[in-house]
């Protein structure tokens, strides 16, 4: 029987933290994904952030870009197999 306790995780202890979404999520291996994926967008977004209100018309579109490759990053598209 597959069991998901839903609750504050933290006021578990170490044997119901596996049966919590936090601890099917930290044993699961697409954490390490999500974690590479985390750090890209906020690499990606500071350097957007560098740009300062002084800067021409190429560093504005390079900045868009930038944010945009954020979303990307952080809200990819349904593939047309899964939608």
Do not use: C
Not at 6 to 12: A, C, E, L, R, W
Not at 58 to 64: I, L, W
């Amino acid at each position: 029987m597959a069991v998901l306790r839903v609750g504050n995780s933290s006021k578990t202890d170490s044997l119901v933290f596996a049966h919590t979404p936090e601890g099917k999520l930290a044993n699961s291996r697409e954490q390490k994904e999500i974690k590479q994926l985390k750090i890209r967008a906020e690499g990606i977004q500071e350097d957007g952030f560098k740009y300062k209100r002084s800067f021409g018309r190429e560093e504005r579109e390079q900045r868009n870009l930038l944010f945009k490759e954020v979303k990307d990053v952080r809200l990819p598209k349904k593939t047309a197999g899964l939608q």
